[in-house]
Nanobody, 114 residues
């Protein structure tokens, strides 16, 4: 059984910053891919960023240069540092862990205000 617990969401003004964290617990295969997705109202869930066990990262074009994903393998935790936030970054952010299976966190709301 694998559980993902997210934290760090909230309300922030535009151009501000937030840091999301996601801790994975349970029986986790060491070679895995962790990432963040988001879903805004009326839109499909989309990839924000992901990182391999060895640290290779991928970002969506909309967040490149503003967001940074990182992970602590010893803690099975992934982070998303979000800087220069824009109104369009408002969404529910979901943590994802891909191993032999696909696991999702419960989601954390990020709201960017003007």
């Amino acid at each position: 059984q694998v559980s993902l617990v997210e934290s760090g969401g909230g309300l922030v003004q535009a151009v501000g910053s937030l840091r999301l964290s996601c801790a994975a617990t349970g029986s986790i295969f060491s070679i895995n891919l962790m990432g963040w997705y988001r879903q805004a109202p009326g839109k499909q869930r989309e990839l924000v960023a992901r990182i391999t066990h060895s640290g290779t990262t991928t970002y969506s074009d909309s967040v490149k240069g503003r967001f940074t994903i990182s992970r602590d393998n010893a803690k099975n935790t992934v982070y998303l540092q979000m800087n220069s936030l824009k109104l369009e970054d408002t969404a529910v952010y979901y943590c994802n862990l891909k191993t032999r299976n696909d696991y999702w966190g419960q989601g954390t709301q990020v709201t960017v205000s003007s």
